[in-house]
């Protein structure tokens, strides 16, 4: 577990304690996602590389507040200002995607992540949906991406589960069985 990880952890709990408690769980995981989109800028980026122990995350707090506009809470900013007051910020990532784990752990969701070469019809998808709710017990939600490196076959990721149904794989595996 990486340091940011660790320090992560407090933070994503706490906010999604209280987010759990006032009922606005899904308002937060909007707010962090615009706190993302953030993230992503140039700027925001450059002011990120240059923190270290000793400045002040205050620069990059009034940055991600005046970018964020109208779209925080007083509580979510609060929440960041504290996260800066500690000099937290740095992980604050971790902490976006470890509220997003923990929101979804509650609501028993699990996003899959299928690549395939091409898109894959309704049948399929309603098959996949439903053979991995069965395998996991949660409701899934399936996001596709497409690869046509792949050539053909699939490969699904569910939580820290990788299903390897490619082509490529499967020639992998059998030569590896033919030379045993």
Do not use: C
């Not at 590389?49 to 609060?78: C, H, V």
């Not at 399936?142 to 050539?151: A, F, K």
Request: charged letters at 25%.
């Amino acid at each position: 577990m990486s340091e940011l990880t660790e320090v992560a952890q407090p933070y994503a709990k706490a906010a999604f304690d209280y987010a759990k408690d006032a009922g606005s769980l899904e308002d937060w995981q909007q707010m962090f996602a615009i706190i993302e989109l953030v993230m992503q800028q140039p700027k925001t980026q450059l002011l990120m590389s240059e923190l270290d122990e000793e400045s002040s995350e205050q620069p990059l707090l009034d940055l991600i507040l005046s970018a964020s506009g109208e779209w925080l809470d007083k509580y979510f900013e609060n929440f960041l200002k504290v996260m800066a007051e500690n000099q937290r910020l740095i992980a604050l990532s971790d902490v976006i995607d470890q509220f997003r784990q923990l929101k979804a752990d509650y609501e028993q969701v699990m996003t899959v992540t299928v690549w395939a070469s091409e898109p894959l019809d309704e049948a399929q998808k309603a098959q996949l949906i439903e053979a991995l709710q069965r395998k996991h017990g949660k409701a899934v939600t399936l996001e596709q991406q497409l690869d046509p490196s792949l050539v053909g076959g699939v490969v699904i990721k569910a939580g820290e589960t990788v299903y390897d149904g490619s082509i490529q794989a499967n020639i992998e595996r059998l030569a590896t069985n033919l030379h045993v």
